[in-house]
């Protein structure tokens, strides 16, 4: 892998063109400068471009060829006049821009082909999902929608996310401004997990603790099983509060402790309960 000294531009000949330009932006982003030290408008580049360039060193590799001694190069790729900057990914020009540019300009066309933040959380969630782990891709896909709340795919990424972890009304509320261009078959897919999660909360069971505690509101133990079916029927946080009512009543009362830590411990990190009912539980405990 080739690389420039403190992200000084690496000078391409006809020794290193193919290494530099076949092989690296298979990997990178290859950012040519062409210029000539006669070219004043080319000085005044360098340094704006070499400040960008250290910026994203992971996905940019900043080159330059120096027109009166690589003519063969600069001829290859069409050059007519200085400075000419092109991006080069997989052996092919992809975009770039001729003459005097501003900083803001040169970002405006690297902006279109660098890779965002939002795509690393989201990559990170999507890769966690695929191995099953929910509550890992749940804190990425967190990530990705803080750097990017309008991307429709982070945003059903993160709905299919907190399906997963118990809060199907928070993942409902994020797919209502999906409109019906957007509405597509991973769409469907969560808004049908929503619906067993909520047919789940009508079950037999859960329905007549429900009316167990209507009749004995006052009955701990009914609250407890209530509050277990409620968590496996993905209502973690209508769970939580009704345990954390029967703390506060009594705090040595059957396994209800180990139940309410268990259920804030499983959710993933950056869940706002996780941390909400952390503090309420530690101020009954302290």
């Known amino acids: 892998m080739l690389a420039s000294a403190n992200n000084s531009p690496l000078d391409i000949t006809l020794e290193n063109f193919q290494q530099v330009i076949l092989e690296e932006s298979k990997s990178k982003i290859v950012m040519v400068q062409f210029w000539a030290p006669w070219s004043e408008p080319c000085t005044e580049l360098t340094p704006v471009l070499q400040a960008i360039a250290s910026e994203y060193t992971e996905s940019l590799l900043y080159t330059r060829v120096n027109c009166d001694e690589q003519q063969e190069i600069a001829g290859q790729f069409g050059v007519r006049g200085l ?3 092109i991006l080069v990914k997989d052996s092919q020009p992809i975009d770039g821009f001729a003459g005097p540019q ?4 040169i970002r405006d066309v690297l902006e279109k082909h660098l890779p965002k933040a939002e ?4 990559n990170e969630a999507l890769q966690c999902i695929q191995n099953g782990d929910y509550h890992s891709a749940f804190s990425f896909a967190k990530q990705a929608f803080e750097a990017n709340n309008e991307r429709v795919d982070i945003r059903l990424v993160l709905a299919d996310c907190y399906v997963e972890v118990g809060q199907s009304a928070l993942a409902k509320k994020l797919l209502e401004p999906i409109t019906l261009v957007d509405q597509d078959a991973q769409y469907n897919i969560i808004v049908g997990k929503i619906e067993l999660a909520e047919q789940a909360s009508e079950s037999p069971e859960l329905k007549q603790l429900q009316a167990d505690l209507e009749a004995d509101p006052e009955n701990l133990d009914i609250k407890v099983k209530l509050a277990v079916q ?3 029927a993905h209502k973690t946080a209508e769970a939580l509060e009704l345990l954390l009512s029967v703390l506060k009543k009594d705090l040595s009362f059957g396994d209800a402790r ?3 830590l268990d259920i804030i411990n499983a959710l993933p990190d950056g869940e706002p309960l996780k941390s909400q009912y952390r503090r309420k539980i530690y101020s009954l405990l302290y």
């Open 102 to 105: 501003s900083e803001q300009q």
């Open 83 to 85: 400075p000419t900057v």
């Open 119 to 122: 795509d690393g959380f989201l």
């Open 258 to 260: 180990k139940i309410t």
């Open 230 to 232: 409620l968590h496996q």
